[in-house]
């Protein structure tokens, strides 16, 4: 995940990014371990498995 967002940063100039993915719900727990916040309270099943949207803005330095 570090790298992905590393590569999002360098791939936009000037601006924070904001970094938005789809996580099973069993995956919560690490995403927000890395800094990642729930963005909706709505769930979907995607190929029969919850997931929820989340969401982390990376600041530039």
Same mark, same amino acid.
């Given at each position: =995940?570090? +790298? /992905? @967002? *590393? #590569? +999002?940063? %360098?791939?936009? !100039?000037?601006?924070?990014?904001?970094?938005? /993915?789809? %996580?099973? @719900? *069993? +995956?919560? !727990?690490?995403? @927000? #371990?890395? &800094?990642?916040?729930?963005?909706? @309270?709505? #769930?979907?099943?995607?190929? &029969?498995?919850?997931?929820?949207? =989340?969401?982390?803005?990376? +600041?530039? %330095?």
């Amino acid at each position: =995940m570090s +790298a /992905l @967002e *590393q #590569r +999002a940063v %360098a791939d936009t !100039p000037d601006c924070d990014v904001t970094v938005e /993915l789809s %996580a099973q @719900e *069993q +995956a919560l !727990p690490f995403y @927000e #371990r890395i &800094g990642y916040s729930i963005a909706s @309270e709505a #769930r979907y099943l995607d190929a &029969g498995i919850w997931h929820r949207d =989340m969401v982390k803005v990376i +600041a530039r %330095a």
